[in-house]
């Protein structure tokens, strides 16, 4: 009889941890949906708007192009051709050697860059959604 009564008192502290374990799982599950759908709805509100992006020869800035509104600018005298489109930007021509901006791709978001060394140029998204260290996919 002695041996019934523990095993009673032994499920009871088994049972409520167990459901003390569901309750914080389930806290820390709702806080981590709360979170994604916070950044993705502030990042679907952020993109694009008042993006730019900034062009830099040598260290000193020679423009800033507005993602919104689509062109393509000659650089650098001419040695860099930037295409502006759809809320993105990328270098369509360049005459260096190893064309390695050119195949950079696109970029939209605060703090995405471009570079030529060569040329010495440099373009820069500023004003843009923050980039996420999470993506979609992960």
């Keep these: 009889m002695n041996e019934s009564a523990n095993n009673k008192t032994a499920q009871k502290p088994e049972k409520a941890r167990y459901t003390r374990d569901l309750i914080i799982a389930g806290v820390l599950l709702l806080a981590a949906l ?9 990042q679907a509100r952020d993109t694009g708007t008042g993006a ?3 062009v830099t020869v040598d260290g000193q800035e020679v423009g800033r ?11 650098n005298g001419g040695s860099n051709i930037l295409v502006v489109e759809n809320g993105e930007a990328w270098v369509s021509d ?3 050697p190893d064309k ?36 979609g996919m992960t």
């Design 34 to 42: 709360a979170l994604f759908f916070l950044m993705r709805s502030r």
């Design 94 to 96: 360049a005459d260096c």
């Design 100 to 135: 390695v901006c050119m195949g950079m791709g696109k970029i939209s978001r605060n703090g995405e860059f471009i570079a030529c060394l060569p040329n010495r140029l440099l373009i820069v998204v500023e004003g843009a959604a923050e980039q996420s260290p999470v993506d």
């Design 52 to 54: 730019q992006a900034v």
């Design 65 to 75: 192009y507005p993602l919104q509104k689509s062109g393509t600018f000659p650089l």
